[in-house]
């Protein structure tokens, strides 16, 4: 069993930037890939941004290009998504996620674990 726990979370400025955190409790292996996604109140969970454990390659929801990247720490087994220029509409839970085997392109990535959440609350 693998667990996931975010940090990084809070309220910030227009504008403003935060960095989420998430560590797993165990080893990732091979085609493993982590991805954050997020949840406003009332909408359907949306994926962010997706990166492999292994590899350069990253995914990204449009609206977040060119002001969020994501990043990893094989030896810390942790995942981060470096927010800027944040706007309200980031406002959501934001939750992250890992694919033991991701298959196909990084669009693709398939949750096998959650973590818990933590709020971003971006005021005007």
């Known amino acids: 069993q693998v667990q996931l726990a975010e940090s990084g979370g809070g309220l910030v400025q227009a504008g403003g930037s935060l960095r989420l955190s998430c560590a797993a409790s165990?080893?990732?292996?091979?085609?493993?890939?982590m991805a954050w996604f997020r949840q406003a109140p009332g909408k359907e969970r949306e994926i962010v941004a997706v990166?492999?454990?292994?590899?350069?390659?990253?995914y990204y929801e449009d609206s977040v290009k060119g002001r969020f990247t994501i990043s990893r720490d094989n030896a810390k087994n942790t995942v981060y998504l470096q927010m800027t220029s944040l706007r309200p509409e980031d406002t959501a839970v934001y939750y992250c996620?890992?694919?033991?085997?991701?298959?196909?392109?990084?669009?693709?990535?398939?949750?096998?674990?959650w973590g818990q959440g933590t709020q971003v609350t971006v005021s005007s």
């Open positions: 990166l492999a454990w292994y590899g350069d390659s990253a």
């Open positions: 165990g080893r990732t292996f091979g085609r493993s890939a």
């Open positions: 996620a890992l694919d033991w085997e991701l298959v196909g392109t990084l669009a693709m990535f398939k949750a096998d674990y």
